[in-house]
């Protein structure tokens, strides 16, 4: 029997030029760098350039993987972009890269879910070519975290970074079966109770202000260990696998302690582990393609890879998603 999958034909990213190091924080904070690299396993950040917006680091990394596709705009009907920091309360991101890119055809909009962004982007937009509404995607997650940033908590200046990650999406006929390149599997959760514990105190609708990003980074990670191995687990199953089929975790890069007792739970061991924590940092909705395009370019990942990505933030919102190269 043929199924309509999402089939990744192409992974592009973009990281700003300037990178800031844990001593360079050291030098303006009370942290060192021996704590960043211990608890965390951060070592350097990038950072937008002052006018560098996100819609400038999704158009690049946009750009990035339609060349890797061998496509154009003009070959896309879809955009859908992971943001928590748009350049504007509005318009959405995802049309000011559908003009940066020069298209004035298809639909683009932004989904909100923070870290987990990109989980829920990929899922909708599957969502969309799956059922034939559209042929090709463009899910991108981009973010200027920094801007978000209290520079004076070193609670949470240390963990973040910006950058995009972006991959095209191309809806093809395969068997339904789970050798079936695309995408075998995504669930997505959400739970409001915990907004209070990772969020921003600002925002247009009550203070006017963009306000900061403020975390109880103690009680999140507790929530991410369980809530992602339950997620990971339900979306294996879903596609008819086991943690044993995994041959690549493409895991949110929030902290290496965090990947490391995901890995764990599913009893996969760290060298399956992607990672690009250390030199990426925290770049929410953009790390999780930002982490895969980083595999797809250095050959880790092959054709008939399973790959398993995760991601848990502000909300909370989870997700994860099976992934056939
Ligand atoms: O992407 C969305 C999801 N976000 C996450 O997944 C983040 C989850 N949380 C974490 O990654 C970790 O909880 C953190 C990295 C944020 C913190 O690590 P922790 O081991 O949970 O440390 P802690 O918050 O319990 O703090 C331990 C100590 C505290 O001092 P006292 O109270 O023990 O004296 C902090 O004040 O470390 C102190 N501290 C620091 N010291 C040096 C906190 N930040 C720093 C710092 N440098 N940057």
């Given at each position: 029997?043929?199924?309509?999958?999402?089939?990744?034909?192409?992974?592009?990213?973009?990281l700003p030029q300037t990178v800031l190091s844990?001593?360079d924080?050291?030098?303006?904070?009370?942290?060192?760098?021996?704590?960043?690299?211990?608890?965390?396993?951060?070592?350097r950040r990038h950072i937008a350039a002052q006018?560098e917006?996100?819609?400038?680091?999704?158009?690049?990394?946009?750009?990035?993987?339609?060349?890797?596709?061998?496509?154009?705009?003009?070959?896309?009907?879809?955009?859908?972009?992971?943001?928590?920091?748009?350049?504007?309360?509005?318009?959405?991101?995802?049309?000011?890269?559908?003009?940066?890119?020069?298209?004035?055809?298809?639909?683009?909009?932004?989904?909100?879910?923070?870290?987990?962004?990109?989980?829920?982007?990929?899922?909708?937009?599957?969502?969309?070519?799956?059922?034939?509404?559209?042929?090709?995607?463009?899910?991108?997650?981009?973010?200027t975290?920094s801007?978000?940033?209290?520079?004076?908590?070193?609670?949470?200046?240390?963990?973040?970074g910006d950058g995009?990650?972006?991959?095209?999406?191309?809806?093809?006929?395969?068997?339904?079966?789970?050798?079936?390149?695309?995408?075998?599997?995504?669930?997505?959760?959400?739970?409001?109770?915990?907004?209070?514990?990772?969020?921003?105190?600002?925002?247009?609708?009550?203070?006017?202000?963009?306000?900061?990003?403020?975390?109880?980074?103690?009680?999140?990670?507790?929530?991410?260990?369980?809530?992602?191995?339950?997620?990971?687990?339900?979306?294996?199953?879903?596609?008819?696998?086991?943690?044993?089929?995994?041959?690549?975790?493409?895991?949110?890069?929030?902290?290496?302690?965090?990947?490391?007792?995901?890995?764990?739970?599913?009893?996969?061991?760290?060298?399956?582990?992607?990672?690009?924590?250390?030199?990426?940092?925290?770049?929410?909705?953009?790390?999780?393609?930002?982490?895969?395009?980083?595999?797809?370019?250095?050959?880790?990942?092959?054709?008939?890879?399973?790959?398993?990505?995760?991601?848990?933030?502000?909300?909370?919102?989870?997700?994860?998603?099976?992934?056939?190269?």
């Amino acid at each position: 029997m043929s199924t309509r999958r999402s089939v990744i034909i192409g992974t592009g990213s973009y990281l700003p030029q300037t990178v800031l190091s844990n001593d360079d924080l050291a030098a303006r904070l009370d942290t060192s760098d021996a704590w960043i690299v211990e608890r965390t396993g951060i070592r350097r950040r990038h950072i937008a350039a002052q006018g560098e917006f996100t819609s400038d680091l999704g158009a690049a990394a946009a750009r990035n993987a339609l060349d890797a596709a061998g496509l154009s705009a003009s070959d896309i009907d879809l955009i859908v972009v992971a943001t928590a920091t748009p350049d504007q309360t509005f318009p959405a991101v995802a049309t000011v890269i559908q003009h940066k890119l020069g298209m004035t055809h298809g639909v683009a909009f932004d989904v909100g879910a923070v870290c987990s962004g990109f989980l829920y982007a990929l899922t909708v937009a599957d969502a969309l070519l799956v059922n034939g509404a559209y042929a090709r995607a463009l899910v991108i997650g981009a973010e200027t975290f920094s801007r978000l940033l209290d520079w004076e908590d070193r609670a949470t200046a240390v963990l973040f970074g910006d950058g995009a990650g972006a991959v095209v999406l191309e809806a093809q006929a395969q068997t339904g079966g789970s050798a079936d390149r695309g995408v075998l599997a995504s669930r997505l959760h959400s739970d409001g109770r915990y907004n209070d514990l990772l969020y921003v105190d600002g925002g247009p609708g009550s203070t006017g202000t963009t306000g900061h990003l403020r975390m109880k980074g103690r009680e999140v990670f507790r929530h991410a260990v369980v809530n992602l191995a339950s997620v990971m687990g339900e979306v294996l199953e879903a596609a008819g696998l086991t943690p044993a089929d995994v041959t690549w975790l493409v895991p949110h890069q929030a902290n290496l302690r965090i990947l490391e007792a995901t890995a764990r739970k599913l009893d996969l061991s760290p060298d399956k582990v992607v990672v690009t924590v250390d030199r990426h940092a925290n770049t929410s909705a953009a790390s999780v393609p930002l982490a895969l395009d980083t595999a797809v370019r250095d050959g880790r990942i092959q054709p008939g890879d399973l790959l398993l990505l995760e991601a848990m933030g502000g909300g909370f919102t989870w997700g994860a998603a099976a992934v056939r190269w």
